[in-house]
């Protein structure tokens, strides 16, 4: 049978396979406990990971920890150490953010020539050694050093966070290299998804599993797309125990934020604008070659650096890009006095539950649409994204392409 006509036969048997397991999607109200309160501890760490959240006396001992880290970092890498201690100094290292002591200090720690018992930790000093290689822009190091990862150490939640946090620092800026990473662990998310590794919950491996399409299907990578969406059909037909309230939650959705790609937005009222001169309906001009929309509670900690950072964003834009805060709650009186201690939010308001729409866990949901306000990449970003040159005006660049 030729590949081709074998994809076919495989699409329809386990598209009907999975169709048979399908159950109503879980909400956020079926959650247990453990799974809202990790969702709720997921939130607070996205927030405070972003130094542009942080308070001056947050940011003044950040600054006084850094440079002392940095000056021990410097003094001690010379004194040869082993073990647990040659650990301690990448991270002392990576914690004064000398990412060439780190990565010297890590790539000591997890040589193939240490002892075992030198070397007990070799997930972290992997990790340690991914953040340098990734801070000093080495990226084809850090493909390789991914790959050795792969191939000493078992796939483990450990090792499957290392995988993220090189994807997640990847796909963006440099997209094949993410999918690169991506395709090194999908198939061991398939065995995870079958249930032949239980080291990763099912629900946890599915939604990733679905993100590694998503990558493949806003790099045009089509055929290689249904390959893989074919494999993962059939290793969600393979499972015979029934997911976890949880893992039902986590891969639903998972795969809606993949099935949003290249559909069209829906269609919401604003509210109020709070934006100068803007309109009232932010996806209807002919004109417009681009559009981010960056979507976060009303109330959501971030949402005056998400406000400011956009503004910025805002006069840099190319012709036919549009860029906006959307913000999900009750909007501010026209009326109300402004008060001079609260920096001034420009944004537009509605009560459409955007984030549930598009399965977003948490706010700053960057949603990206193309001319037509079809969909060409949604996901978690930070102010940080709305620098110049960074990835919101990458992908409003890529969101522009004909």
């Known amino acids: 049978m030729r590949f081709s006509a074998w994809l076919t036969v495989a699409f329809f048997v386990a598209a009907s396979l999975h169709g048979q397991q399908q159950t109503t999607p879980v909400t956020r109200n079926e959650l247990p406990p453990s799974t809202v309160l990790s969702d709720s501890l997921t939130f ?32 001690i890498e010379h ?74 150490l078992p796939f483990t939640a450990e090792t499957d966070a290392i995988f993220n946090y090189t994807i997640n620092a990847l796909e963006v800026m440099r997209p094949e290299q993410g999918i690169t990473a991506a395709m090194l662990r999908q198939p061991d998310l398939l065995n995870a998804v079958a249930g032949k590794n239980t080291a990763l919950s099912p629900g946890i491996s599915e939604a990733e599993a679905w993100h590694t399409l998503a990558l493949l299907h806003t790099a045009g990578r089509k055929e290689e797309e249904q390959t893989q969406k074919l494999l993962l059909l059939d ?28 559909q069209p937005a829906p269609v919401f009222t604003i509210t109020r604008s709070t934006y100068p001169s803007m309109p009232r309906r932010p996806l ?26 956009l503004d910025s964003l805002r006069t840099r834009l190319a012709p036919g890009q549009k860029a906006s805060l959307v913000l999900l709650g009750t909007p501010p009186s026209p009326d109300a006095k402004r008060d001079p201690h609260v920096p001034v939010i420009h ?54 392409a004909p």
């Not at 996205?46 to 970092?73: G, H, P, Y």
């Open 79 to 152: 004194t040869a150490h082993e073990g647990d201690e040659e650990l301690a100094l990448a991270r002392l290292c990576a914690l004064g953010r000398d990412w060439d002591g780190t990565y010297s200090a890590a790539r000591w720690y997890t040589r193939t020539t240490a002892l075992p018992a030198d070397a007990q930790h070799l997930s972290a000093g992997f990790a340690l050694l991914l953040q340098a290689d990734l801070n000093l822009q080495a990226i084809p190091r850090a493909i390789t050093e991914l790959q050795e990862m792969h191939k000493r």
């Open 235 to 262: 290793a969600i037909a393979q499972r015979s125990a029934t997911l976890s309230t949880t893992d039902q939650y986590i891969a639903h959705r998972g795969r809606t934020r993949y099935e949003w790609l290249s």
């Open 44 to 75: 607070f760490d996205r927030i405070r990971s972003d130094m542009a959240n942080w308070s001056d006396v947050e940011l003044a001992a950040f600054e006084a920890t850094t440079a002392q880290a940095k000056e021990d970092c410097n003094r």
């Open 284 to 309: 209807s001009t002919s004109s417009t070659k681009a559009t981010l929309l960056v979507i976060d509670s009303a109330t959501a900690a971030d949402v005056p650096a998400l406000s400011l950072a």
């Open 347 to 400: 944004a537009q308001y509605t009560s459409a539950p955007l984030l549930e729409d598009f399965a977003s866990d948490s706010g700053s949901l960057f949603l990206f649409l193309d001319g037509t306000n079809h969909v060409t990449w949604l996901g978690t970003g930070t102010p940080a994204w709305l620098n110049p040159q960074q990835q919101a005006e990458i992908l409003l660049q890529k969101a522009s």
